[in-house]
């Protein structure tokens, strides 16, 4: 039998393998351990600076940050108001209600929400709340230990969606929960 020699690639009779020229045939099998040991371990780790994504279901309390979250309802609707100053959408209205208690020591301000579907599509909340009733608004600023409720609109095509709900830390690191709003059709055509 016949072992390679690292260092000039000559074969090395193995009944003359001693201790001090096992490391030159042996060099490159460490390497290549090392190499593969480095790469499993990097792919274990989490190499986002990202929190995990929560995905919660309506009724359920959802906290970001300080402000703790419930989307109470979601409705459908074809358009807002009545016939002759009825608001109609480019796609479809869908109203949520939800409410949201500031759970810190300090006023914090709540956030324009959004909407993802499945294929990972944003759409903004709308800040016009023409027709909407109890609408909650855009300058939405939440004292301590206070809950405040309301509607919020979105425009958007007919489909599933998550509500998505963020808050930044002072140090820069986003928080982001999801709220599942399923599809139910159930269209009322006024609020």
């Not at 351990?33 to 959802?62: F, R, T, W």
């Not at 009545?82 to 949201?100: C, D, K, M």
């Not at 810190?104 to 993802?116: D, F, M, T």
């Not at 509607?151 to 986003?174: C, H, K, M, Q, S």
Request: glycine letters at 6%; hydrophobic letters at 40%; aromatic letters at 6%.
């Amino acid at each position: 039998m016949l072992a390679i020699n690292a260092t000039n690639a000559n074969l090395i009779p193995l009944g003359s393998v001693t201790i001090e020229n096992l490391e030159e045939i042996f060099l490159p099998a460490r390497r290549l351990l090392s190499l593969l040991a480095a790469i499993v371990l990097l792919q274990s780790c989490n190499l986002s600076s990202k929190a995990p994504k929560e995905v919660s279901d309506m009724g359920e309390k959802v906290r970001v940050g300080s402000l703790i979250y419930n989307v109470i309802e979601a409705e459908w609707k074809s358009q807002l108001g009545a016939f002759p100053s009825a608001r109609t959408p480019e796609s479809n209205f869908l109203l949520i209600h939800l409410s949201v208690t500031n759970g810190g020591g300090a006023a914090k301000s709540v956030p324009i929400l959004s909407l993802e579907n499945s294929n990972a599509d944003t759409y903004q909340e709308s800040t016009n709340g023409q027709g909407v009733d109890h609408w909650f608004g855009v300058l939405r600023q939440l004292p301590p230990a206070v809950t405040d409720e309301g509607w919020i609109l979105f425009d958007v095509p007919t489909n599933g969606y998550r509500l998505r709900i963020t808050d930044t830390d002072a140090d820069g690191t986003e928080r982001v929960s999801f709220v599942k709003i399923p599809l139910k059709l159930q269209d009322s055509a006024a609020q």
